[in-house]
């Protein structure tokens, strides 16, 4: 198949070489010049994932239009605050029930929309899929077992995209909790950034195991309360993506919150990095839907409150530890 893929981080490259190995024919598209003639010169990208070698049969090119004309798929791989306007931009030569799979992950902040809304809001004769789960792309890229979930509200384009994608490492499951998959993927970024500023802090792994626990909480119940499946978020999209970015050394948001809970501003880490952190753009936007849906979420709340408050880390960690006794579950009751 012809496939382009519309963004060259790491992610896009590292999906260039699986969907190249599968046997497609790709193309890659960046903005920015300097990143396409990189890429042609050397067939690697160099800053974002070194040593991961593409073949010398993939196009580079930052000609949207061409990139685009006859693609039997797209993967739209661009940071999440850039979805809108790459979407905006390539809808003119995105013909009907052209197939664009979304793999970045985030909220938007001003509307709240998912990512696949905006980009169907935007492309409107597309035929949207997200593709999701705990998958960074250094691993990905050195081929190292993975496993990933398509989340579609078509049976069929669930199976065709995973057909496209899956092989003997990379393993694709299929879903139609679209809501679901995405949520889990924006917000458990947002508690990877909580675990990361613990790590920060020194509070070892008790601290961290419960953050992610009751992260995987406060993700779940806000997604069972804007339609997603409770089932989903015990998944790969919810504490499988949780655990890899709250715990890996890949994880460009845990080692954010790192800096952060060593005194970095968010700003300050984000530069260190070198990199989007996906977390910083979706700590507002979560904690509105929290508002929004009534929903509790006090680990985004105090997350919020280090990002833009100046609230210092280990205020907020002390704002956590002295919250109301609480049951740890609200289904749960002794019988009267």
Partial sequence: MKITVLGAGSWGIALTKLLTINGHTLTVWSIDAEEIAMLKEYSQHKTKLPGVMLPGNVEYTTDLKASVDDADLIVMAVPSPFVRTTAKSVA?????EQVIVNVAKGIEEDSLKRLSQVIKEEIPQAKIAVLSGPSHAEEVGKELPTTVVVGSD???LAMFIQDVFMNNFFRVYISPD?????LGGAVKNVIALAAGIADGLGCGDNAKAALITRGIYELTSLGVAMGGKATTFSGLSGTGDLIVTCASVHSRNRRAGFLIGQGYTYQEAMDEVKMIVEGVYSAKAALKLASLYEVEMPIVEE????????????DALRNLLGRDKKKESSTLSWDE
Avoid: M, Q, R, T
């Fill in 92 to 96: 003119p030569y995105i013909v009907d």
């Fill in 154 to 156: 078509d049976k069929e």
């Fill in 178 to 182: 679209v809501i679901g998959i995405e």
């Fill in 303 to 314: 997350v919020n409150k280090i990002l833009f408050e100046n609230v210092s880390a280990k």
